[in-house]
């Protein structure tokens, strides 16, 4: 089961990063502009290890489309459908 556990999660990585592509976004906009877009959300917890890291996220609440295009959240949602979270399979 963890074998299939970490290719469903590997294969929905891999979509996500080809629908920001397909975008123009990078996968922390996609991600955090997704985030930074829910109603219910009050705060988004950044990561970074470099100071490039760092602006790449910042950046993504200064200058990344806002909210996100539609086109765009029907692709998360449709990816998010096919592969829904792993931890609850």
């Keep these: 089961m963890n074998t299939l556990v970490n290719f469903v999660w590997q294969e929905a990585t891999n979509e996500y990063i ?5 975008h123009g976004l990078t996968p922390v906009q996609l991600a955090l502009g997704f985030v930074r877009d829910r109603p219910f959300t009050t705060s988004s917890i950044i990561g970074a290890t470099t100071m490039d890291h760092l602006k790449e996220n910042i950046d993504v609440f200064t200058s990344a489309p806002r909210p996100l295009p539609q086109e765009v959240l029907d692709g998360i949602d449709d990816i998010f459908k096919r592969y829904k979270d792993p931890a609850i399979l």
């Design 18 to 22: 080809r629908l920001a592509k397909k």
